[in-house]
């Protein structure tokens, strides 16, 4: 059976996660043959690479493992889309799931159905949350853990990439790389991508059916790191408008979210009494303004 789909997986020093989405992908059923494509972006100790050989080398599932020198996820994901469509170049429909992820029964088989039956040119799935350690009320109404829900339906655009097919006639009309590396340490190169997208005029649709569940570390639901990546977001919203809106816009854009922003943040405050719920829309323009002088975040550049 020929390789219609292939699944890209990039993924960073995190084996035993991967592991647990490389279960999830092998055991989907699907009418037509799919392929795996995992890149490790630790060129220092590809311990990821290592692991998916093992398990998908004990398959019949097509597959190839690389390794990515280039920091920077970026990086990653651009050398698993190029291999996936340089290695199996009668595969229609690429597929991404992160290593924090996994599919579950009916994935695959739900994102390729519905681009076939809609000529869709994009396909989003839900992301469901699962905390490894069961944080407060508070925490899980927080805005950066709410996605796109709702039946099947097409829409404006995608977020990321977490849960994504891209067709391949996307890839051949859009430049390579598809992700702009001025985001490798930033985050948002998913966003920015499906934003020219967008513009495009590529179709996108939204696939109730296929579900990923993405596994949410403890450090990752304390106050401190949820301002944080409030402050991110805005940074890469704004980042965003730079590339696709002139520059005066993009700046009126800052003080006119800076001024909803506090409002909006009161607004919350007195409806939930909780300032952690509050400041998100308060931080987010203050990750515009950042961005605008030039102080990004780099939550995904490495030390080591």
């Not at 340490?185 to 696939?207: S, V």
């Not at 596994?215 to 991110?232: C, D, G």
Request: aromatic share 8%.
């Amino acid at each position: 059976m020929s390789v219609e789909a292939v699944i890209c997986i990039p993924t960073f020093r995190r084996p035993e996660w991967l592991r647990r989405t490389l279960q999830s992908v092998i055991g989907q059923k699907a009418d037509f043959g799919f392929a795996i494509v995992v890149v490790d972006n630790d060129g220092r100790n590809p311990l990821g690479a290592a692991l998916a050989n093992e398990i998908l080398s004990a398959t019949a599932v097509p597959h190839a493992v690389v390794v990515e020198h280039e920091q920077g996820n970026c990086h990653a994901i651009n050398r698993a889309f190029g291999t996936a469509l340089d290695t199996y170049p009668a595969a229609q429909h690429i597929l991404m799931i992160d290593d924090d992820e996994i599919a579950l029964d009916g994935w695959l088989q739900a994102m390729v159905n519905l681009s076939r039956a809609r000529d869709a040119d994009l396909v989003g799935g839900p992301v469901l949350r699962q905390f490894e350690t069961r944080p407060g009320a508070t925490v899980m109404q927080h805005p950066l853990f709410v996605s796109i829900d709702g039946e099947t339906r097409q829409v404006d655009q995608l977020h990321g990439s977490g849960n994504c097919l891209i067709r391949r006639r996307v890839f051949e009309k859009l430049p390579r790389p598809p992700f702009d590396v001025r985001f490798n340490f930033l985050g948002g190169g998913d966003m920015e991508f499906f934003t020219r997208c967008r513009l495009a005029g590529f179709k996108t649709w939204w696939c109730a059916e296929a579900i990923a569940h993405e596994f949410v570390a403890p450090e990752r639901t304390t106050a401190s790191f949820l301002a944080k990546r409030s402050v991110r977001t805005g940074s890469i919203n704004y980042m965003i408008d730079r590339l696709h809106q002139p520059l005066p816009f993009a700046l009126l854009k800052n003080a006119a979210s800076l001024l909803l922003g506090v409002l909006r943040g009161l607004r919350v405050l007195v409806a939930t009494g909780s300032p952690l719920l509050a400041s998100h829309p308060f931080l987010m323009p203050i990750g515009r303004i950042v961005a605008s002088v030039g102080l990004l975040p780099k939550p995904y550049r490495s030390s080591s």
